[in-house]
């Protein structure tokens, strides 16, 4: 065998000797030198180990690199290390820490790699560069710093620190906020920012320290040393250093309080005239300069027929349709001339504006340009009016379905549009606005004490109680159902106002009496929301303070509470009720009860109106004010619409086949009769069953059939064409009533028990309720008056000409069987 391979004893010599040279070369250098093993042990280490750590190098033999360094220092090169573990060269400049002296390193890390390519061990040196690193930083901040620009800029600015405190600002700044520099510098940006801001500001400057973004802007307000709001917009960038940390922000900050003010005053004029559109009883149509529409008022929707959504962007003649009353040739439309004459036009002759379905209302418009601040023309106005005889008995009507009678105040009905007009108030002004739900405990045992007149002059008086308490012109109360009130605050700065005020309320309703009467404790339960901090939308700011007042009541009434999202209870509910109707769905346990209907003449009952019962054991589970819009959210109403209609068209076949039948009336929801098979399951339902014309009615709200168009009028012609009746519910309510009745092919319509309620009591009412039955009775059409209690009632109605009556004076909602016995003790 050769001996060439193997070393002789003078190779092993110069091995020994080259190998303590390197080690002396390595120990002396004043890198750290380390050797790493894979389980990152410490298999070689110099004597920088002992300079820069006070630890010996055969001491850290052996030893996990976490054991020796602190934990910052190993945290700091941990990813570093790892890569190079995996095979990959890696370096990393940063501090190593001994507990005394931190030092600013750079290091490398080079893996070692056996015969099989497998990585045994890392190579690491790590070279103190402090000194050059402390060099770099200071002329980079020398560079940086700006000074002189920074301190003679217009505009406020500032340089900030992570964490918030200002390092430096400018003179503008200080003079803009009131504070010396000695003490703008001894406060964070946190500390002089509107509470109300600060959220947002928080989210924006948590987005430039996790560098999702380098800059930004906004407006936002700040707080002046003497506390006023000082509105600013600012412009916010970041400077990092090498490493890519954060080192400061710089701030420039302008003041825009008086642009503000302008915007303010601007939107307040929008809002007077968004207001005073809505609620005038002309219809106003504006356009662009070449005439395409822009917006419709309410009344202007009703009397053309078209949405403002709809008919935005399209042609004004597409939308707006004239005609000759006397020869019924097209006239021009007035506002092309008055935008070609820069001028006022009115409109000449007898005109008749038709309608989207097609009939005509006689009006009287004029038309006027629309100017820019330069004078330059922009647009046009239309203003028309319907002057037929039943404008100004439409105009009480409307009147009257949006107040309540007894106490003069707005109804539910207003509430959700002043609602939604303050949350978007609120949004622009970047402010607050509150809801109180008060609900009068007991207000039941008021009535038992002091007889229905009495309740009613004790309601009277706690209404005026309550407009007395409201601060301003803005807030609102309404009457929202019997004995429940929504006061809306369209402007609260905190909620501690909205707190004062429920104290207020309370105190103002326990202190009510009338004189003469016996000395009566009315208490109060109120629950608050706030928007935006309980409530994002009009809706949820209505539903939250009503959840709170539930709670007030849960603990034992009398007193108010804040809305908290703990507050289930009504949501809870909804889920419970849901349940409960798709049981009941499955199992087939809904029942139907009938209401008669009464011939006003005679008293026979003449038909009776189906209505929906969720009830076990005989008893409800829940009133139909309850399930009927949980059926409506969930979609589950058409499933039910489609039941209701199923059975009550077999009990019309029962009564066909073994005595005289009556007709069955059953209300429709607009989701269901909107439905596009809706007809198809009618027609199938009235075949099944062999249901002879005229036997069924459909109840439709006066809204859906309004707002339909061409495509309900055409689905109305051919439900009647099948021998099913038609009857428009709580008629009066919308706009424009009287004057478009008769293009719509309905058979009757059902007077709203708002008008029936009071007709004894006020004589407007009665006037109203009157013209009403009159002129239904001139288009032929029979008139159905609901919710008829007393006797009182029943003669007027019956005097007046109403043909159908209905209420609890004739008899309350039964079972099929009872009714049943009703018809046969009828005398034949």
Request: hydrophobic share 40%; proline share 4%; glycine share 8%.
């Amino acid at each position: 065998m050769s001996t060439a391979a193997h070393p002789t004893d003078g190779d092993h010599s110069a091995i020994l000797l080259m190998q303590d040279l390197a080690g002396h070369v390595l120990h002396g250098m004043p890198a750290l030198i380390m050797y790493i093993d894979a389980g990152q042990r410490f298999r070689f280490a110099n004597e920088t180990l002992r300079r820069w750590f006070d630890i010996a190098p055969e001491k850290a033999i052996g030893r996990r690199v976490n054991e020796v360094f602190d934990v910052a220092s190993y945290l700091s090169a941990h990813a570093a290390l790892l890569k190079a573990l995996a095979g990959q060269a890696a370096s990393y400049e940063g501090n190593l820490f001994n507990g005394v002296v931190r030092r600013y390193v750079h290091g490398t890390f080079q893996p070692d790699l056996d015969e099989h390519g497998q990585v045994r061990g890392v190579f690491t040196a790590f070279t103190d560069i402090t000194e050059r690193h402390e060099l770099e930083l200071q002329l980079r901040e020398s560079e940086q710093r700006f000074f002189h620009a920074f301190q003679s800029a217009a505009i406020g600015m500032a340089l900030v620190v992570p964490g918030g405190r200002f390092q430096r600002v400018n003179a503008a700044l200080c003079a803009m906020l009131g504070y010396s520099e000695e003490e703008m510098l001894a406060r964070t940006w946190q500390e002089i920012t509107h509470p109300d801001d600060l959220a947002t500001s928080m989210a924006l400057a948590g987005q430039v320290i996790d560098g999702t973004r380098d800059s930004y802007h906004t407006d936002k307000r700040y707080l002046h040393r003497d506390g006023h709001a000082v509105h600013v917009q600012l412009s916010v960038s970041l400077v990092r250093n090498e490493a890519g940390q954060l080192r400061y922000v710089v701030v420039q900050v302008q003041d825009i309080s008086q642009r503000k003010q302008f915007e303010e005053a601007l939107f307040r004029e929008r809002q007077l005239a968004e207001v005073t559109l809505n609620s005038i009883g002309d219809a106003v149509i504006t356009t662009d300069l070449t005439l395409h529409v822009t917006s419709l008022n309410p009344i202007a929707e009703a009397m053309t027929g078209w949405s403002s959504r709809e008919a935005k962007g399209r042609p004004m003649d597409e939308v707006f349709h004239l005609r000759d009353t006397d020869s019924g040739a097209p006239i021009g439309n007035p506002l092309r001339e008055a935008i070609r004459r820069n001028a006022i036009v009115d409109l000449a002759g007898r005109a008749a504006l038709v309608h989207r379905n097609g009939f005509e209302t006689s009006i009287e418009d004029s038309a006027a340009p629309i100017h820019d601040h330069a004078g330059n023309v922009i647009g046009g106005v239309l203003v028309c009016h319907d002057v037929s005889e039943n404008r100004t008995l439409a105009l009480k009507m409307i009147h009257l379905t949006q107040h309540d009678t007894l106490t003069g105040l707005p109804n539910r009905g207003l509430l959700p549009a002043r609602i939604e007009q303050a949350v978007n108030l609120a949004i622009q002004r970047n402010q607050h606005c509150a809801l109180l739900y008060l609900d009068l405990d007991h207000f039941r045992r008021i009535n038992e004490t002091l007889g229905y007149s009495g309740g009613d002059q004790m309601m009277q008086a706690i209404a005026l109680q309550i407009r007395l308490a409201l601060r301003d012109g803005d807030d609102l109360v309404c009457r929202y159902s019997g004995d429940e009130f929504v006061v809306l605050l369209p402007r609260v700065e905190e909620a501690s106002e909205a707190a004062s005020l429920a104290q207020k309320l309370l105190r103002q309703c326990a202190q009510t009496s009338l004189p003469g009467m016996p000395a009566l404790h009315i208490g109060a339960s109120i629950g608050i929301s706030m928007f935006p901090d309980d409530a994002g939308n009009a809706e949820a700011l209505l539903r939250n303070a009503d959840a709170a007042m539930f709670e007030v009541k849960m603990q034992g009434r009398g007193g108010y509470r804040f809305f908290a999202p703990s507050m289930t209870e009504r949501t809870s509910a909804r889920q419970r009720i849901e349940s409960a109707l798709r049981e009941a769905l499955a199992r087939d346990e809904l029942s139907l009860h009938y209401q008669p209907k009464v011939d006003a003449g005679t008293g026979r009952i003449v038909g009776a109106e189906a209505l929906l019962r969720l009830q076990s054991e005989g008893r409800d589970i829940f009133v139909p004010d309850q399930f009927i819009p949980v059926a409506e959210d969930s979609g589950l109403i058409l499933s039910i619409g489609i039941w209701v209609l199923r059975q009550a068209c077999r009990q019309v076949r029962q009564w066909q086949q073994r005595q005289r039948p009556i007709p069955i009336s059953v209300n429709v929801s607009p989701l269901q009769f909107q439905h596009p098979h809706f007809y198809n399951q009618l027609d199938a339902i009235l075949t099944e069953y062999a249901i002879a014309p005229g036997l069924l009615e459909l109840e439709l709200t006066e809204r859906m059939v309004m707002s339909g168009g061409d495509a309900i009028t055409r689905l109305l012609e051919r439900i009647r064409q099948r021998g099913v009746r038609l009857s428009l519910d709580d008629f009066g309510t919308g706009y424009c009533s009287l004057s478009y009745l008769k293009h719509f092919p309905v058979d009757a319509l059902k007077i709203d028990r708002a008008f029936v309620r009071d007709i004894a009591t006020d004589s407007d009412t009665a006037a109203i309720t009157g013209a009403i039955i009159a002129m239904a009775r001139s288009l032929n059409k029979e008139v159905i008056a609901e919710g008829v209690e007393t006797v009182v009632q029943s003669n007027f109605l019956r005097d007046a000409g109403c043909s159908q009556l209905k209420g609890f004076l004739y008899g309350e909602p039964m079972p099929a069987a009872s009714l049943k016995q009703r018809l046969a003790e009828q005398p034949s």
